[in-house]
C-alpha cells in the first residue's frame, strides 16, 4: 500500500477513535479515491493479506461514521461495498470485530429481515448484533411497543440507537393518531405514558407538533377537532384501542 494512503488511513483511525466526524468524512473521501487508484475498493490481481485487511477497516469505519453522522444512503453504499470482504474473502480474512455490528445495522434498516440474516436460527439467539434486531422486528409486528422502547437501552452499540429512535418517531405518530380518534382529552400524565416520553417537555413539543391544544392549569390535552369526514367510530375499536393501551402500561409498569 502506498505511503500516503497508509499515513491517511492512521489519521482516519486516530479521527475516528476520536469521534471527529467532519474530519473522518474529509478522510474517507479521499481514501475512496485511494482505494480505487490501488485497486482496492473492488479487489482486483492478487492484492496483499494486509492491503485486504485495511481496506475492510476503512470501509467498516466508513459504515459506522455514516449511521453517527445519520446517513443511511451512505451507509447502504459502504455495506455493499464490503460484501466483497464479508464473502469472497472470508475464507482468507481474519475475523473482523465489526463486521456484525455491521451486519446488524443494515439487517435494522432491511424488510424483511428474513431474507437479509446471516447466520443460522440457533446462532442469532448467542449473536446479540444480530438477536436485537431480529427482537425489534418481532416486538413491531406483536404491537409490544414498550419493548421496542426498552431495547433502546439495550443496544449492543450505539449506533442502534439510532434505528430504535427512529421507530420511536413512527411509533408515537401511529399512537398519536389513535388518540386523536379515540379521545376528546387526555391528562397529560396519561399522554406522556402511552407515547414514551420521559418528561413533559418531550410531550408539549410533540403536542406542538401535532396541534393538539394544551392545559397545563388542568394538566390536559385537548385534540385537535377533525373534520366532518371522519365518520363516528365503532364502539369495538375504541375497546380494542383502550385493551392495547391498557397492555402497554401493564408493561411498562
Not at 505511503?3 to 475512496?32: E, I, V, W
Not at 369526514?229 to 402500561?249: F, G, M, V
Request: charged letters at 25%; glycine letters at 4%.
Amino acid at each position: 500500500m502506498a505511503t500516503n494512503l497508509r499515513a491517511l488511513y492512521d489519521d482516519l483511525q486516530r479521527s475516528f477513535n476520536s469521534n471527529d466526524l467532519k474530519k473522518c468524512g474529509t478522510l474517507l473521501s479521499q481514501l475512496k479515491i485511494g482505494l480505487i487508484e490501488a485497486g482496492l475498493l473492488i479487489p482486483q490481481g492478487d492484492p496483499s493479506l494486509d492491503d485486504l485487511v485495511v481496506a475492510r477497516d476503512i470501509l467498516e469505519i466508513g459504515a459506522i461514521w455514516s449511521i453517527r453522522t445519520r446517513d443511511v444512503p451512505s451507509f447502504d453504499r459502504y455495506f455493499s461495498q464490503l460484501q466483497t470482504f464479508y464473502t469472497d474473502y472470508s475464507s482468507v480474512l481474519p475475523p473482523s470485530k465489526r463486521e456484525y455490528p455491521i451486519r446488524g445495522l443494515n439487517l435494522l434498516i432491511s424488510t424483511p429481515l428474513s431474507k437479509a440474516l446471516p447466520l443460522s436460527a440457533d446462532a442469532i439467539v448467542d449473536n446479540p448484533y444480530i438477536s436485537h434486531p431480529v427482537n425489534l422486528e418481532r416486538w413491531l409486528m406483536e404491537g409490544s411497543y414498550s419493548k421496542v422502547w426498552n431495547a433502546r437501552e439495550e443496544a449492543p452499540v450505539e449506533e442502534y440507537k439510532f434505528f430504535v429512535d427512529s421507530l420511536m418517531g413512527t411509533i408515537r405518530n401511529e399512537i398519536a393518531s389513535c388518540e386523536e380518534s379515540a379521545y376528546e382529552s387526555l391528562p397529560l400524565k396519561d399522554a406522556a405514558t402511552l407515547l414514551f416520553f420521559n418528561n413533559q417537555s418531550e410531550l408539549l413539543k410533540f403536542a406542538q407538533q401535532r396541534g393538539w391544544q394544551v392545559d397545563l392549569s388542568s394538566k390536559t390535552i385537548v385534540f385537535a377537532k377533525k373534520g366532518e369526514e371522519n365518520t363516528e367510530i365503532p364502539k369495538e375499536k375504541l375497546i380494542t384501542a383502550s385493551l392495547a393501551y391498557a397492555r402497554e402500561l401493564e408493561q411498562i409498569v
